[in-house]
């Protein structure tokens, strides 16, 4: 079957660095989406990998292995604003999304 | 960010009702998805619309009927529903469908359903 895991929830201090890890099993791949979703919110696009490596935006680090079916997330210099829930999306071979339950990150002061 | 909009934001509704959420977007995108977000579960894909043809039903229960009249509106009819139907309902829109596009969220409708 299809599946993704990563953490129910994290938690970590404001101006540190975290990483939130993403394993999927997928019939075929095309690609691996990272959404950031605060409570009571419209989940927000991050991020798209599908070639293996890493990928700055600013902030936030996404990386990719397509031999491990493995994925993180990396937040540096941590605001309060992060404080939210991350979803991993990895894309099959029909284009169909397969969603991660997220992973809850709360910051501390 | 008001690229896709959704109403009501929330709703209680007992089992005997009949409502309707609607969803639009303004992003000239071709797609539009709903989903259905439990607490701790993964998204879960009801259906999907491309140039408003239904094109994914993901076996769900036919108290849920979808209408699309045009490209940039979507609806969800509600009938006869149960207390687990109680969740976060995500209306999303993306370019086209069929290929590596990125979907668009909107804030979602909060169901409530005694």
């Known amino acids: 079957g299809q599946n993704i895991d990563q953490p129910t929830e994290m938690t970590a201090t404001e101006g540190a660095i975290v990483q939130i890890n993403c394993t999927y099993q997928?019939?075929?791949?095309?690609?691996l989406f990272w959404y950031q979703q605060h409570a009571g919110e419209a989940p927000t696009f991050l991020s798209y990998?599908?070639l293996d490596g890493l990928e700055e935006k600013g902030r936030f680090s996404s990386f990719l292995s397509r031999s491990k079916g493995y994925s993180y997330l990396l937040l540096k210099e941590l605001q309060m604003k992060d404080s939210a829930s991350y979803l991993c999306a990895a894309m099959d071979s029909n284009y169909q999304l397969i969603w991660g339950a997220g992973t809850k990150l709360i910051i501390k002061p | 960010e008001t690229g896709v909009t959704q109403t009501p934001r929330h709703l209680v509704m007992g089992m005997t009702n009949k409502k309707s959420l609607k969803c639009e977007q303004h992003l000239g995108h071709n797609a539009m998805y709903w989903y259905k977000q439990s607490a701790k579960k993964p998204l879960e894909l009801m259906f999907v619309?491309?140039?408003?043809?239904?094109?994914e039903n993901n076996s769900v229960p036919s108290r849920f009927s979808p209408e699309c009249p045009n490209s940039s509106h979507l609806f969800l009819h509600l009938h006869t529903l149960q207390p687990e139907d109680s969740a976060l309902y995500l209306c999303a829109s993306s370019p086209g469908w069929g290929g590596a596009e990125t979907q668009y969220f909107g804030p979602g409708t909060r169901l409530l359903v005694l």
């Open positions: 619309y491309s140039l408003e043809e239904r094109v």
């Open positions: 990998n599908v």
């Open positions: 997928t019939s075929g791949f095309n690609g």
